[in-house]
Structures are given as C-alpha cells and as structure tokens.
C-alpha cells in the first residue's frame, strides 16, 4: 500500500465520520424538532383542559351555591309553613273558646267538646240544615201551586181579576 492510498482511505474515513456525525446531529435536530412539536401541542391540551377543568369548577361552585339557596329557600319555607300551622291552631283554638263560649251562653247545647261530639254536632247541624232546606222547597212548591191557582181565577175572571157574573167571594157584590 502506498501512501497515497493510505491518505485516500484516511480521508474517506474522516468524511464517513463526518457525514455520519452530520447525521446524527441532523437527527437530533429533527427529533428535537418533533419532541417541541409534540410538547406544544401537549401544553395546548392541557390548556385545553385546564380551561375545561375551571368550567366544572365554577359549574361545581355553582350548583353548590344553587344547592345552598334551596337549602335556605326550604328552610324558609319550612319556617313559613311551621308559622302558618301555628295561626291555622291558633284559630283553631280560637274558635274552640268561641264555641266553648257559646255553649255556657246556650242552655240547650251540650257541654261536650270531644271530636266525636263536634263530628255528631255538625252532622246534627247539616241535617237541619236539609231539612231547612227540603221545607223551603215544599213551601216554595205550595206557593207555586198557590200562584198557578191565583192566575187561574183571574183567567177565568173578569180583566179587573172580580169573578165573572158579578159575585165575589168575600161577601156579596151587590151592597
């Protein structure tokens, strides 16, 4: 071997290493390239999802305040209806002492105040009260009967509702 072929193959193998150190370089650089790439896009999702991420968190904060103002809004109705039960016995009491009340004032009431005998009391009550009613009908009825009696007479009468042929129940017509 000569030297010159010594020196050709020391310079090929310099540029083999050199072109292969350019590639590994290049390589890097590409890949490094790639890893940005890659990690930009991944920032991007997890900003992504961090927005997602607030959302749920104010949406969680939300329904719980939502959830906190049913809570106070049922807590107020509660009280509400507690106040209204109380009025309602209130009344109730009160109408008790009035019908206690009553009762001393009327001797012909029983002093009974049990809730069977305010039952029996106002079934009493209801079926006088049809029977008020049934009487009003029958007399209603009569006086309608009476009222059909009273135009007949008077159709059959003379215009001025005096009977034809001159005589009148009362008396005679004639003085």
């Known amino acids: 071997m000569d030297t010159g ?3 050709l193959i020391i310079v090929l193998a ?3 290493i050199a072109a292969v150190i350019v590639a590994v370089v290049i390589g890097r650089r590409k890949k490094a390239e790639i890893n940005r790439h890659r990690a930009e896009e991944l920032r991007e999702k ?3 999802e961090a927005i997602g991420a607030h959302q749920a968190k104010a949406e969680s904060a939300q329904a719980e ?3 906190l103002q049913a809570e106070v809004e049922a807590n107020r109705l509660r009280k509400d209806a507690e106040r209204h039960a109380e009025k309602a016995s209130e009344a109730h009491g009160r109408v008790e002492e009035n019908l206690r009340r ?5 001797p012909n ?3 009974d105040r049990s809730p069977d005998a305010d039952r029996t009391r106002d079934a009493d009550r209801a079926t006088d009260a049809d029977r008020a ?4 009908r029958t007399h209603d009825a009569g006086r309608s009967r009476a009222d059909d009696g009273a135009r007949l007479t008077r159709d059959r009468g003379g215009r001025d509702g005096s009977p034809r042929g001159g005589s009148t129940r009362d008396g005679d017509g004639n003085s």
């Open 102 to 106: 009553a009762d001393k004032l009327d």
């Open 46 to 48: 997890a900003a992504e």
């Open 5 to 7: 072929q010594l020196v």
């Open 65 to 67: 305040a939502a959830a």
């Open 14 to 16: 310099v540029v083999v």
């Open 133 to 136: 009613t049934d009487a009003d």
């Open 109 to 111: 009431t029983s002093t």
